[in-house]
C-alpha cells in the first residue's frame, strides 16, 4: 500500500511515556514507547516468539519486554535476551518489528515501512508540511483527539469543503442566507493541491471575531490524509491587529472506517487560555462529526468502479481535485 509509505499521526507526543502504549494505523496494532534517551519507539505490537500483545509488557532498562515470556528488546527491535535461556544469544532473526518514527507538530508520527528499509537518514521521507509551526511569533495549540466512525479521505474532504458552511455551522462559520460561493482555484502541487481565492461571509470566523465579516481562505493539501488552511478575515472585524491564524488537520487512519483527529492551531492571539481555543475548535468539529458518520458509503468514492457514484457541482472543485489527486497517488485505504 503506497499509504505505508508515508508519516500519519498517532498520538499526541505528552501521551507518550515509558509504559507502553497500543495504538492502531492502516489496520495494524502497533506499540509505541519511550527508551532509556527518552526517544519514542514504535514496534508492531506483536511479539515475535508466540505473538503476544507487547504493549501489555513494560520497558526494563530501555529495552521493551514481552509480558508473556520476558522476552526483551532493544530500541531497534532486536532481542537481547530470553530469560528461559540466559546463556543464549538470540540471533538476528529473533527481533520486534520496528517502525519509522518522528516527533512533531506536538504529535507522534508514524511509517509502516519497517525501520530497517527506510531511506538513509540524509534522504527522510518527510512529514506534511506545516510551515506556521516554525514561526516563533504564534502560539500553536492542539484540539483533540477527536475519535471518527467515517474513513479519513472523507474527513479531509469535509475540511476542504465550504459550501456546507452556512448548513452545518450556522451562527458560527456560516448562515444560511449568506451561502452562494464565488469560484475559485484548484493548482496542483508537488505534494498535493492548493485551493485559493476562497471567499466566505461568517458571523464568527474565531474566537476573536466581532460580528460577521468576508473571510479569504487558503488551502493546502500537503498529503493524503492532511490538510492545513489559512484564515484572513476583514480587518475590521478583529480586535486584534495583524491577525493571523493557520490550522492544521490531522488525520490517523485507523481503519478503512474509523479515523483519529487532531487540530493544530497557530495564531497570535495570546490573551485567551488554550481551553477557550479548544472549545471553539470542539464546537465546530462536534457540528461536523454526525454528518461525517451519517455518510454512505464510509469509504470516499473515488474509482469508475465504486459502487456508489456521487454527483458534483462547481462548488466541489476542491473536492473533485482531492479525489483526482489521491486516484493518481494510488491511495486506497479508506477509498472505494
Not at 478503512?256 to 479548544?278: F, G, K, Y
Not at 469509504?299 to 457514484?309: C, N, Q, R, T, Y
Amino acid at each position: 500500500m503506497i499509504e505505508r509509505a508515508f508519516f500519519h499521526p498517532v498520538a499526541l507526543c505528552r501521551d507518550v511515556h515509558e509504559q507502553p502504549l497500543p495504538v492502531r494505523l492502516l489496520g495494524e496494532d502497533l506499540v509505541l514507547w519511550r527508551d532509556a534517551t527518552g526517544q519514542a519507539r514504535v514496534f508492531t505490537d506483536r511479539c515475535p516468539h508466540r505473538g503476544a500483545a507487547l504493549s501489555m509488557g513494560r520497558v526494563v532498562d530501555g529495552e521493551l519486554e514481552c509480558p508473556y515470556h520476558g522476552w526483551r528488546f532493544e530500541p531497534q527491535g532486536r532481542c537481547v535476551a530470553i530469560p528461559a535461556v540466559p546463556g543464549f544469544t538470540p540471533p538476528e532473526g529473533h527481533r520486534a518489528c520496528a517502525h519509522q518514527v518522528r516527533e512533531a507538530y506536538g504529535l507522534v508520527w508514524v511509517c509502516l515501512n519497517p525501520a530497517h528499509t527506510a531511506p538513509p537518514a540524509q534522504v527522510p521521507v518527510p512529514l506534511p508540511a506545516f510551515a506556521a509551526e516554525d514561526d516563533v511569533n504564534l502560539r500553536k495549540v492542539t484540539s483533540g483527539p477527536y475519535e471518527v466512525q467515517a474513513s479519513a479521505p472523507r474527513i479531509v474532504e469535509n475540511f476542504l469543503d465550504m459550501s456546507h458552511f452556512g448548513f452545518i455551522h450556522t451562527g458560527w462559520l456560516g448562515a444560511r442566507d449568506h451561502t452562494a460561493m464565488q469560484p475559485y482555484k484548484v493548482e496542483k502541487t508537488p505534494t498535493g493541491i492548493f485551493v485559493s481565492d476562497c471567499f466566505a461571509w461568517q458571523p464568527q470566523s474565531s474566537v476573536h471575531a466581532q460580528g460577521g465579516a468576508m473571510v479569504e481562505y487558503t488551502y493546502e493539501v500537503a498529503g493524503p490524509y492532511h490538510c492545513v488552511l489559512t484564515k484572513v478575515p476583514e480587518a475590521t472585524a478583529v480586535k486584534l491587529a495583524n491577525f493571523r491564524e493557520s490550522i492544521a488537520l490531522f488525520v490517523c487512519p485507523v481503519d478503512p472506517e474509523r479515523s483519529r483527529v487532531w487540530i493544530r492551531m497557530a495564531m497570535n492571539h495570546s490573551e485567551d487560555p488554550d481551553q477557550t481555543l479548544i472549545d471553539f475548535q470542539n464546537t465546530i468539529f462536534g457540528q461536523d462529526q454526525p454528518v461525517l458518520e451519517s455518510q454512505r458509503p464510509k469509504l470516499l468514492p473515488i474509482s469508475e468502479h465504486a459502487p456508489v457514484k456521487e454527483v458534483h457541482s462547481a462548488a466541489d472543485l476542491a473536492s473533485s481535485h482531492y479525489r483526482r489527486y489521491l486516484r493518481e497517488l494510488g491511495v486506497r485505504f479508506g477509498t472505494c
